[in-house]
């Protein structure tokens, strides 16, 4: 297939020469869109009273339990498109050009992204839903091999509307999910078919039925979760109340759904015999969509991320709470598949966790993350401006810089003026409705229609009300960062230390945002071609 590759990746064409495919294992990789740290592997690692303890997820558990399950996985960015962006590149979002926001996102050819590295070094590389560019061919002139899978249908990503409408024409609900399921089957086995013979493969699931929006009941109809077990669980920041209850489990329901697909795949590995020489890592883009510290936040609610890793080579039957960023998944897979790492990656290799025996803290060099986001959507601010953040994660403090505090976080809250707002139903329908930065839901509904009232005011002031230049919490005392520490004299040295330490890095690895008072990001005429 003809393809634009930069000068690096021309260069590590020749580094697996001689390699027989044999050596070098599959990798499967199951990334779904706005799934957080939410399956049933972490309730035991939390204990009893979270969240977690009312999903289900004995796929993804099973691959922890032969694996590596990881307690302390982040994104980059919160937001699709400049995740995936550090996802592909191994570096931070920041480092992507215009791949560091979403919308009039462009990709840099010159920048190397692994899938298209694995397949310049002899996978065959594919992908069923959605990825982004840098990773998928998706311009192959007529008549070349392509390597998107979706002929058996694209419906798994609205899960719950397409079982909805099955049972409503008489299908049982298990017929409804098995015909879903059948469709992922079908896309994978597709791919398999396809295959080079001898050739090691990399392939990408990357459903969407995660993100809004899904159907309201569905948690309980289709997952037999029930709202209610979630009552006294809820997280600070988010209304223990029934409309939100049932807004998240029905968000724990596709997870759910996510984690029957998984099944599916591995049942696939097996019946190919595949399973045993493939290496499948499992993980979100962020955390929840159109919930406060949910996705669009450098909370961990928004950042932090599930992530099980399991295959050939790796030392399974552990927990570690080492630090990794979801970038570190890049030269992790290229050095599986014995390509060499471009020196432009600003991520580390997982492998020296993934050998180890140890559980708990294993390498003692990931002792942090760095986070960060600018632009999510275009309409969000007056001027189309972005909200710049950068934060630091730790064991002990998540510290956040604001760079614009006089801006909304979440988008301008336009239409609520005077009092007024846009109706329940449109609040529920329409991300833009208000305060765009925050996919429409139930949840969001909820918390804007209840602004003014004494009881609940303060749960929108602190989701979408203009925050400090800093923010720092103490992770021990405060797991859910809702008591900012930032202008505590008690905590001075601890802000100090960290606002260096991330201004460093941010400094090394050449972010734009610290250039002419972020220029790049602030000239939005660039993303939007005009």
């Not at 896309?187 to 039925?209: D, V």
């Not at 809820?234 to 939100?244: K, N, R, S, T």
Request: glycine share 8%.
């Amino acid at each position: 297939m003809k393809r634009q590759y930069s000068a690096i990746a021309c260069l590590l064409i020749a580094t697996a020469a001689g390699v027989h495919a044999a050596e070098r294992p599959n990798i499967l990789f199951l990334f779904a869109d706005d799934w957080g740290r939410h399956a049933s592997a972490y309730a035991k690692a939390e204990g009893p009273g979270s969240v977690n303890d009312a999903v289900s997820t004995p796929n993804f558990d099973r691959l922890a339990d032969s694996g590596v399950l990881f307690l302390n996985s982040y994104v980059n960015s919160p937001s699709c498109t400049p995740c995936r962006s550090s996802l592909l590149s191994g570096q931070y979002f920041w480092r992507t050009g215009n791949g560091a926001i979403l919308q009039g996102a462009t990709w840099d050819l010159n920048i190397p992204s692994w899938p298209l590295l694995l397949e310049a070094n002899g996978y065959d590389i594919g992908y069923t839903y959605k990825v982004w560019s840098p990773g998928t061919p998706r311009n192959a002139p007529i008549g070349e091999k392509r390597t998107q899978f979706e002929q058996a249908g694209r419906s798994f990503n609205s899960f719950s509307q397409t079982a909805n409408t099955r049972i409503e024409k008489g299908k049982s609900i298990e017929q409804a999910k098995a015909v879903l399921l059948d469709e992922v089957r079908g896309n994978f086995r597709n791919f398999l078919k396809t295959r080079g013979e001898g050739k090691p493969f990399a392939f990408w699931f990357g459903p969407t039925n995660t993100h809004r929006k899904w159907i309201k009941g569905s948690g309980k109809k289709l997952w037999n979760i029930d709202p209610d077990s979630l009552k006294g669980k809820m997280p600070p920041f988010l209304p223990d109340v029934p409309e939100v209850r049932e807004d998240f489990a029905d968000y724990l329901g596709e997870a759910q759904a996510f984690d029957s697909a998984i099944g599916v795949l591995m049942d696939e590995l097996k019946r190919t015999g595949e399973f045993e020489n493939t290496i499948i890592a499992v993980s979100g883009d962020h955390g929840a969509p159109g919930f406060p510290h949910g996705k669009c936040n450098l909370y961990d609610f928004g950042t932090q991320v599930s992530l099980a890793v399991s295959g050939p080579g790796i030392k399974g039957g552990r927990v570690v709470n080492d630090f990794v960023s979801l970038p570190d998944l890049a030269p992790t897979f290229l050095e599986a598949g014995q390509v060499a790492v471009p020196k432009v990656m600003t991520a580390k290799t997982l492998w020296p966790v993934l050998k180890s025996d140890r559980n708990g803290w294993v390498d003692a060099s990931r002792t942090e993350v760095y986070i960060g986001r600018e632009r999510h959507v275009r309409k969000a601010r007056a001027g189309n401006l972005p909200y710049p953040q950068r934060a630091i994660r730790t064991k002990d403090h998540l510290l956040v810089i604001n760079f614009k505090p006089d801006r909304y976080p979440l988008g301008d809250p336009f239409n609520l003026d005077g009092g007024q707002a846009p109706s329940i139903d449109k609040l529920e329908n329409s991300t833009g409705a208000t305060l765009p930065d925050e996919d429409a839901g139930p949840t969001k509904a909820w918390i804007v229609d209840h602004r003014t009232d004494p009881k609940w005011q303060a749960y929108f002031e602190r989701a979408y009300g203009k925050r400090p230049r800093l923010e720092l919490y103490d992770i021990k005392n405060d797991p859910f960062q809702m008591n900012n520490l930032a202008a505590n004299p008690e905590y001075k040295e601890v802000v100090a230390k960290l606002e260096k330490q991330l201004l460093t890095e941010m400094k090394t690895t050449g972010d734009p945002r610290l250039i002419n008072d972020g220029a790049f990001f602030e000239n939005v005429s660039k993303f939007d071609g005009k």
